[in-house]
């Protein structure tokens, strides 16, 4: 079992849907939550992060972290055509600055 | 401001052929890293330095070398190429700080195909 599991989708979804994208992870040494976005053909950038358990809130965009259920999500209101690319978790331990990834979740959104 | 600058962006080789990929970052960075993405697998860790003289293995390190160059360029070879190193290529860098805030920059990848 992987440390970090995520399912690859495609996730397809009409604009303005609400999406929801989500991780789990096995280790409990897990303290920052990341979410990158990588749109085809280029590299990921970092869309949001969040320290320890707790929702934050960025535009249309809402991390979430459960470290009870070692859960994370990430919701996106009002999906639009641009927001379809790669979405990939991220997370690490307090003493480490290497992130482990999940395998990413790929969302299409269409018009 | 570049950020992380990766040649080439497209190479085909052959089986046995070697080649070795450039990555540079302009951001005074600590920390550089080489990637590798492939279709259902994620990004997998292939080599990391977290300071310039340094290097490290990652998850999948086999069939690759290093180089850390200086602070700005990290260098990646494949010395005897095999079809199984098909894949895209990232490079990426980051202050290495244990904080919040810290975070990967991505180059824009090399697509490489063995054949």
């Known amino acids: 079992q992987k440390e970090v599991e995520q399912d690859p989708g495609p996730l397809s979804v009409p604009e303005g849907a609400i999406v929801s994208l989500n991780c789990t992870y096995s280790?409990?040494?897990?303290?920052?939550f990341m979410w990158y976005r990588q749109y085809s053909r280029k590299g990921p950038e970092l869309l949001m992060y969040?320290?320890?358990?707790g929702n934050k809130e960025d535009g249309r965009f809402t991390a979430q972290v459960d470290k009870s259920s070692k859960y994370i999500s990430l919701f996106i209101r009002d999906s639009q055509p641009s927001d379809s690319a790669t979405y990939l978790c991220?997370?690490?331990?307090?003493?480490?600055?290497?992130?482990?990834f999940g395998r990413g979740t790929s969302l299409i959104v269409h018009p | 401001n570049a950020g992380v600058t990766q040649t080439p962006k497209f190479q085909v080789l052959k089986t046995g052929q070697s080649m070795t990929l450039q990555c540079a970052q302009d951001?005074?960075?600590?920390?550089m890293y080489w990637y590798r993405q492939d279709p259902g697998m994620g990004l997998r860790l292939i080599y990391y330095?977290?300071?310039?003289?340094?290097?490290d293995k990652g998850e999948v390190p086999n069939g690759y070398n290093v180089s850390r160059l200086n602070k700005r360029e990290f260098s990646l070879r494949l010395e005897s190429a095999a079809p199984s190193q098909t894949s895209v290529y990232f490079c990426?860098?980051?202050?290495?700080?244990?904080?919040?805030?810290?975070?990967?920059?991505f180059g824009s990848g090399t697509q490489l195909s063995v054949l």
């Open positions: 990426a860098s980051s202050e290495a700080s244990r904080g919040a805030n810290e975070k990967l920059f």
């Open positions: 280790n409990s040494a897990f303290q920052y």
């Open positions: 969040t320290y320890s358990s």
């Open positions: 991220a997370m690490r331990s307090g003493g480490s600055y290497i992130p482990t």
């Open positions: 951001m005074n960075h600590n920390s």
């Open positions: 330095s977290a300071s310039e003289g340094t290097t």
